[in-house]
């Protein structure tokens, strides 16, 4: 009989997010400070073996979906490595990675090799100046290199994550959209949340996905489709296209009543929510010398924390933690 993970509110939760690292090598102003330098130390990290064994636990418990993210999983070495242990593991059967995409080129075929199957790689914009200021210095180009590196080494599908902002990017959704149909990509559209300082800082620029898909809906023949994938987005399909268009909503509509994840931090602290504290500290438990069964009644403990919804609407101000340091 298989397992099955169960919150409190009866949502079934396969789905992890794992952080191998809270480090960057980009800068963008609504996820990171400008300075910032308060790193967990490569110690206080997960080990390989460590992750494996968490995700591994998780597997026997139900969970079939893993997402590999940071920060920039990229920045942190040997994550192709990672990834063909985790793609082995019994019940882990959809292995994804979200990357900037700044060192994607030389490691495309390495996560292709090592099971890594999904893709979803973060770009606001295709302006090379607007770029640099948005992401504190970073090349549109080695961005780009690396799209179309995955695309060659046959990652599928890959999936454009834009956070939409008033006055900053709204204007290029529709440029954005185009680039994704010439090049067989996904859009998925994400609304600004105020995670930490930097993210309640870009409040400012909140833009409401319900008026973006009014806007498209004029331009483009938009029909209800459905696609691939443990997360939150809600898909629309460019009639006589494969073109999808997903709507991230976690302000003007949120998704909570169908969450089915958890974020596995780098230093072992799973979280049960975006938006909320509850966590439950992980790494020295397995430092102790745990058996296998000991650690599955710890995550069965955890995931039973996992609030009803998020209060981003609410408490903007009790999401203190930057996304980085969360895992995306």
Not at 287 to 312: T, V
Request: net charge neutral.
């Amino acid at each position: 009989m298989n397992k099955t993970l169960t919150d409190a509110f009866g949502r079934k939760i396969d789905y992890i997010r794992l952080s191998v690292t809270d480090r960057c090598d980009l800068r963008c102003f609504y996820c990171m400070p400008e300075g910032f330098k308060d790193f967990e130390t490569p110690e206080q990290w997960l080990s390989f073996d460590e992750i494996e064994r968490v995700i591994g636990a998780f597997g026997r418990l139900g969970v079939r979906r893993v997402r590999i993210t940071g920060g920039e999983p990229l920045v942190r070495k040997g994550v192709a490595e990672l990834a063909g242990r985790l793609h082995r593991l019994p019940g882990i059967d959809d292995l994804s990675l979200s990357t900037n995409a700044v060192q994607l080129a030389k490691h495309a075929r390495a996560l292709r090799e090592g099971g890594v199957s999904r893709l979803n790689v973060s770009l606001d914009t295709l302006n090379a100046e607007l770029f640099s200021r948005i992401t504190g210095g970073g090349k549109l180009n080695k961005v780009i290199d690396g799209l179309m590196a995955a695309r060659e080494a046959g990652l599928s599908p890959i999936k454009i994550n834009m956070v939409a902002m008033k006055g900053v990017n709204d204007g290029e959704i529709e440029a954005m959209l185009e680039f994704c149909m010439e090049h067989g990509f996904t859009l998925r559209l994400i609304e600004t949340m105020p995670m930490g300082t930097t993210g309640k800082a870009a409040l400012g620029q909140y833009l409401s996905l319900q008026e973006v898909g009014k806007r498209l809906g004029q331009r483009y023949n938009l029909v209800d489709a459905v696609m691939d994938g443990g997360g939150p987005a809600r898909y629309k399909k460019l009639a006589n296209s494969e073109t999808r268009i997903g709507f991230i909503t976690p302000m003007s509509q949120h998704f909570c009543e169908t969450c089915n994840r958890v974020r596995l931090s780098v230093d072992g602290t799973l979280y049960m929510c975006l938006g909320q504290e509850h966590n439950y500290p992980l790494r020295e438990l397995l430092r102790s010398g745990i058996s296998d069964e000991e650690l599955e009644q710890h995550l069965i403990r955890a995931i039973n924390l996992k609030p009803e919804r998020h209060e981003f609407d609410e408490k903007p101000e009790q999401s203190i933690r930057f996304m980085s340091m969360t895992g995306g």
